[in-house]
């Protein structure tokens, strides 16, 4: 298959690539500050023709995500504490200025529930931010011990699993908002990413060591020290990402700190 991107390569670094929820495009985004869309073809042979590219002015895209209607694509900077939405049907590009109550230098990382009704933000010092998907308004604010690096929703979207960089994995009840749990990842130095599987089975911890642990999530909820199910060591520099296939069978670990470091589990 040709590059998904032939039509348009980015001018800088990609910093995230996503196919959409229903349709047959994929999205591309990163420093060169444009959010591009592709048509996915099935032929071989044939390259994906670009839908279109939207640029945003001084803007170097830290993360880039679909909705989970597909209609919107929310892009954080790489030093903004704003943010845009995209909005796909209407063509309409909405600068997020400024969330009330939510006091940041920075908004990087985020989150959006597989239910598609919240918005999770990362922000400094251990604070999360728990925004309405709809209004993208503040609901409420949560905070972990030390540093938030990772985040992830449960499929059902009523659990969030928050790493630290202490390497404390939180978990939190989303409508209650309170901290049910929390539990140590074993030989963890610093945490880097986390993901939930589909079927809410397992929980995968990266840290700064390259070692991913996998754990099961009714391990996690009751135990403080819990043994991982199977530790993965081959990776030699940070694992910086770590996800699940949707049918629970293949997990990707990687890193992006050396070219290729990408293991199929």
């Keep these: 298959c040709l590059p998904a991107n032939q039509e348009r390569f980015a001018n800088g670094k990609l910093a995230t690539v996503q196919f959409h929820p229903s349709a047959q495009v994929v999205m591309t985004a990163g ?60 063509g309409s590009i909405i600068p997020m200025q400024k969330v009330r109550g939510v006091e940041e230098r920075f908004l990087r990382d985020f989150e959006v529930s597989p239910d598609g009704s919240f918005m999770l933000l990362t922000g400094t010092s251990g604070y999360l931010h728990l925004l309405s998907m709809k209004t993208k308004e503040l609901i409420s604010t949560m905070k972990v011990n030390g540093r938030c690096t990772a985040s992830a929703f449960t499929p059902d979207s009523s659990k969030i699993y928050s790493y630290s960089k202490e390497g404390e994995v939180f978990i939190w009840d989303v409508r209650s908002r309170k901290c049910l749990h929390k539990f140590e990842d074993e030989g963890s130095l610093e945490g880097k990413c986390i993901a939930v599987s589909k079927n809410n089975q397992y929980v995968a911890c990266g840290s700064a060591s390259g070692v991913v642990n996998l754990y099961t999530t009714d391990v996690c909820l009751k135990e403080n020290h819990p043994k991982p199910v199977k530790a993965i060591m081959n990776l030699v520099t940070s694992a910086t990402c770590v996800t699940f296939n949707p049918t629970t069978e293949i997990l990707a670990v990687a890193s992006r700190e050396t070219d290729e470091a990408v293991k199929l589990v």
């Design 31 to 90: 420093r060169d500050r444009s959010v591009s869309l592709f048509q996915v073809r099935n032929f071989v042979i044939c390259y994906n023709p670009r839908i279109q590219s939207i640029y945003l002015e001084s803007f170097p895209i830290y993360k880039a995500c679909f909705s989970v209607d597909g209609e919107q694509v929310i892009a954080t900077g790489t030093h903004h504490k704003m943010f845009f939405v995209y909005d796909m049907m209407s």
